[in-house]
């Protein structure tokens, strides 16, 4: 069965499976539009509408899962996309096999690699297998969730799946094919799911022109089917008062003088108990707890001894540039007789700076330097004067056409690796740096910088910034990218610089949820928790973390400037996602308090690796209060507010109307 649409030919293909084979099923045409197959055991039938909707209706006297193929025919420069799961070949030739899903026909031996990779459908971020070509895309979606018309008391869930070299496709019912990928080199055995009498819906989306970023419109349609953004309980107030509680008498350790990752177990033990001090310069350490909490004192008024201990933090960082080199320790004091190698070393590091802490750190000291300067009139010249010595540093080693490295040696300023993402976080800060000293060294720095990233966010293959995923193609990499382009574009004025804060905010979408997907597992299942406007941080590591939320402000600068709605709503979704994630506690978690916030959660089959004490079941969260986390929500929400100059009110307004306040808005 072939169709053609926009200027595309495609090929239709179906395939009954059984537990046991794997059969192909043409269907006969009934009518314009209607197909129906029959065989002794099996019988569905096809709907597809004028606006390429369709419908599948399967009944079955035996269990089975039913595969709808698109065959896209006679295009070049192809490119698998099944956001959150498969970038391609995964980055397969930067990083290495047997981590994470590659689809491939390269190293067969590694079961990691396939030709042929199937998920749930609930593993996406919006529920559709994407091929992008040269002329553009299509792309093939279903309802991640059917009914089971055998049993009212349950549901189907649906599949979506890459096939090489030129076949997206979805199923009703699903299996995980070749494996069941739960987390970085655990290949688990398949899982599937098979029906007698159900429907699915979805339909077929094709885009012409704009290559691999023609995939951003797929998304934007389907966004608007099944967005449903998640609802707060509380006011914004309760919302800063409660984080602030927990950092300074929950996550604080006295003894290790540091913020902390913290875990309990469940049932049985449910008091949180530090496990590791947060001592890093960035990525999971220090700048990204204390500019969060220091902005939510500054908001609610308070200012006490928690203060000076935060204040302290960034004093101690401030005093601990490497003179050999330039840069940053990664560390700001000695931990297991390092001073660079954090929790990440032995992934893929070790002994050596790494761009993802060094430019982090130095981005958000710089953001502290100018919160307090603009909030206080107080100026830390030592925290200035470090930051930029770290970013003189790091400008001498980069390259012309603007990589600024991946790791770096510890004895001289020499790039050690260049590969990777994680550069751009000093992009990022030589922005800031231009913004806050009017240098014209930083803004040669962070153009350059910008114009040589901008091609990982073109090409949908920003991979290699966490330093414990092996390279692979991630979600928060781009973190820095957005905010790179909007300092840039508010500086400069330059609209080539809103353009890649567009494309930057599209790539972030395809890793935020646009859905309310069914947790397998408690505690979330069965619950009022939404995974709509959650984002995934990468195809190695499967689950929903709050990083996305921290750039709320961003997003809403895009839609000032463009004055397109879509960025608006999802910058909503994200803050909340995030504020209605932090009310499940601790009702719905089984620990913490309001403000206490884990890295993982879980909407589908992935990293589902916790496991509750009592009973072995898998959990559908961590038992943790990692401390970068809830502060990433915090951010956010910080972050809008103090851009709204909504500061000394009461803040007592519900959290929607925040949006309505600072856009005029009748409704999100």
């Known amino acids: 069965m072939e169709i053609a649409i926009n200027g595309f030919s495609l090929e239709l293909g179906f395939y009954i499976r059984t537990k046991n084979e794997e059969y192909s099923a043409v269907p006969t045409k009934i009518s314009p539009g209607f197909y129906e197959y029959k065989n002794k055991k099996t019988n569905f039938k096809f709907h597809l509408y004028d606006d390429y909707r369709y419908s599948l209706d399967l009944i079955s006297d035996i269990p089975v899962s039913l595969k709808f193929a698109l065959r896209l025919k006679d295009e070049e420069e192809l490119y698998h996309l099944i956001p959150c799961n498969i970038h391609g070949d995964n980055n397969l030739t930067n990083a290495k096999p047997g981590f994470f899903p590659n689809l491939t026909f390269d190293y067969p031996e590694s079961n990691s690699t396939s030709p042929e990779w199937e998920f749930r459908a609930d593993r996406a971020s919006h529920p559709v297998s994407i091929i992008t070509c040269k002329n553009g895309a299509i792309g093939i979606s279903i309802n991640p969730y059917s009914d089971n018309s055998s049993d009212k008391n349950t549901f189907i869930r649906n599949g979506v799946f890459s096939s090489l070299p030129d076949t997206a496709g979805v199923s009703l019912g699903y299996k995980n094919f070749p494996y069941t990928f739960t987390f970085k080199e655990m290949m688990t055995v398949q899982t599937a799911h098979y029906a007698q009498n159900a429907q699915a819906t979805g339909r077929i989306i094709a885009v012409k022109g704009k290559g691999r970023l023609a995939s951003s419109e797929i998304i934007r349609k389907l966004y608007y089917e099944s967005r449903k953004c998640p609802s707060p309980l509380h006011n914004a107030k309760t919302y800063l008062e409660g984080f602030l509680d927990s950092y300074e008498n929950i996550n604080w350790s006295e003894e290790l003088k540091a913020f902390t990752n913290e875990e309990c177990s469940l049932p049985d033990s449910p008091e949180l108990k530090p496990w590791r001090p947060l001592i890093a310069t960035g990525w999971t350490g220090i700048g990204v707890l204390a500019y969060p909490l220091l902005s939510a004192q500054h908001l609610t008024g308070q200012k006490n001894e928690f203060t000076e201990k935060i204040l302290g933090l960034f004093d101690e960082m401030s005093d601990r540039i490497n003179p050999a080199t330039g840069l940053f320790y990664d560390l700001i004091r000695t931990w297991n007789g390092s001073d660079v190698n954090g929790w990440w070393a032995g992934y893929m590091v070790k002994d050596c700076h790494c761009a993802y802490t060094n430019g982090n750190g130095t981005y958000y000291l710089l953001k502290t330097y100018e919160l307090l300067k603009k909030t206080t009139g107080e100026e830390k010249t030592k925290w200035l004067e470090s930051a930029l010595t770290a970013l003189d540093a790091v400008i001498s080693m980069q390259r012309d056409d603007g990589c600024f490295g991946y790791t770096f040696s510890l004895e001289k300023p020499e790039v050690l690796d260049s590969d990777g993402f994680a550069g751009c976080w000093f992009g990022a800060a030589c922005a800031l740096a231009y913004k806050l000293t009017g240098k014209d060294t930083y803004l040669t720095g ?28 991630d979600q928060e990499g ?27 905010a599209e790539y972030e979408y395809l890793w935020r949820y646009s859905f309310k997907a069914r947790p397998e597992f408690r505690p979330l299942k069965d619950s009022n928790w939404n995974s709509c406007g959650g984002s995934v941080t990468s195809v190695s590591n499967p689950h929903i973390h709050p990083m996305g939320v921290n750039i709320t402000s961003e997003l809403i600068y895009v839609y000032k400037n463009t004055g397109d709605k879509y960025h608006l709503n999802r910058a909503a979704d994200g803050l909340c996602w995030g504020l209605a994630t932090a009310d499940m506690y601790p009702a719905t978690t089984g620990y913490g308090q309001l403000g206490v916030i884990t890295e993982r959660y879980c909407p589908s089959d992935g990293l589902t690796i916790e496991k509750y004490t009592d009973t072995g079941e898998p959990s559908s969260i961590w038992f943790t209060f990692n401390g970068w986390a809830g502060v990433s929500i915090l951010e956010g929400l910080t972050e809008t507010l103090l851009e709204a100059g909504l500061y000394n009110n009461d803040m007592t307004f519900d959290i929607t109307e925040i949006f309505k306040d600072i856009l005029m808005e009748d409704k999100i």
């Not at 090409?459 to 995923?469: E, I, K, R």
């Open 446 to 473: 962070a153009k350059k910088g910008a114009e040589y990233y901008y091609e990982y966010v073109k090409n949908l293959d920003c991979w290699g910034s966490p330093m414990d995923t092996w390279k692979s193609i």
């Open 478 to 504: 781009n973190l820095a990218f957005i905010r790179t382009a909007v300092i840039l574009h508010s500086t400069t004025n330059d609209t080539k610089y809103l353009q890649m804060a567009v494309h930057s």
